[in-house]
């Protein structure tokens, strides 16, 4: 039969054993985005601790069963089994107090890795709304670009039909300066014939 301060300590191992693996996920995560390296560290280092702490128990918990079970083999209870007994009652209580800051340090670093997925999920919102504004500039960009062709097609098309303007134009003139010369010599003819 486990004694109370056994008891206590199994569920607050069991509880603490939870949240490592809630945080555990939570941390992947976070080491997967290359983020908050700090926290990451101080994660890594409780984690230790945390595994040593729990190491330490089991071998306290195993070594009081132990003794435990001699005891009752032996059916002769000695006071060296109660100071063991006593002496492994401390050292697991001493754990249950280790355990319980662990898991204040734990629920801190979760807390931490809460305000950081709120402040990344921020900068992602404000990162996506300057790409759409990229975005419909780009566009904005391409449409101009567009109507410039179209401008300097319509220009290039003007510029030819204003060349072909003055060269009929000149060919006007010519022809007309042709047709007042030779109005102007025949008349220069009528005239010296008379």
């Known amino acids: 039969k486990r004694t109370p301060v056994m008891q206590k300590l199994?569920?607050?191992?069991?509880?603490?054993?939870?949240?490592?693996?809630?945080?555990?996920?939570?941390?992947?995560?976070?080491?997967?985005?290359?983020?908050?390296?700090?926290?990451?560290?101080?994660?890594?280092?409780?984690?230790?601790?945390?595994?040593?702490?729990?190491?330490?128990?089991?071998?306290?918990?195993?070594?009081?069963?132990?003794?435990?079970?001699?005891?009752?083999?032996?059916?002769?209870?000695?006071?060296?089994?109660?100071?063991?007994?006593?002496?492994?009652?401390?050292?697991?209580?001493?754990?249950?107090?280790?355990?319980?800051?662990?898991?204040?340090?734990?629920?801190?670093?979760?807390?931490?890795?809460?305000?950081?997925?709120g402040t990344t999920n921020s900068i992602i919102t404000n990162l996506r709304k300057q790409r759409n504004k990229i975005t419909t500039a780009t566009d904005d960009v391409r449409a101009a670009n567009s109507n410039v062709k179209v401008g300097t097609q319509v220009i290039d098309s003007m510029t030819r039909r204003e060349w072909w303007y003055k060269v009929m134009l000149h060919v006007v003139i010519v022809v007309l300066f042709l047709a007042l010369l030779s109005l102007v010599v025949v008349v220069i003819y009528k005239k010296v014939k008379k």
């Open 10 to 117: 199994e569920k607050k191992l069991n509880e603490v054993d939870e949240q490592m693996k809630e945080l555990r996920v939570e941390m992947a995560a976070l080491k997967a985005s290359n983020k908050e390296k700090t926290v990451v560290k101080k994660y890594n280092k409780i984690e230790k601790r945390y595994s040593d702490t729990r190491k330490n128990f089991l071998q306290q918990k195993e070594n009081f069963e132990t003794q435990k079970n001699r005891n009752e083999v032996l059916k002769k209870p000695s006071s060296k089994a109660e100071q063991l007994e006593r002496d492994t009652r401390m050292k697991l209580e001493g754990n249950i107090g280790t355990l319980e800051k662990q898991d204040e340090q734990l629920t801190g670093i979760t807390r931490m890795a809460q305000e950081t997925e």
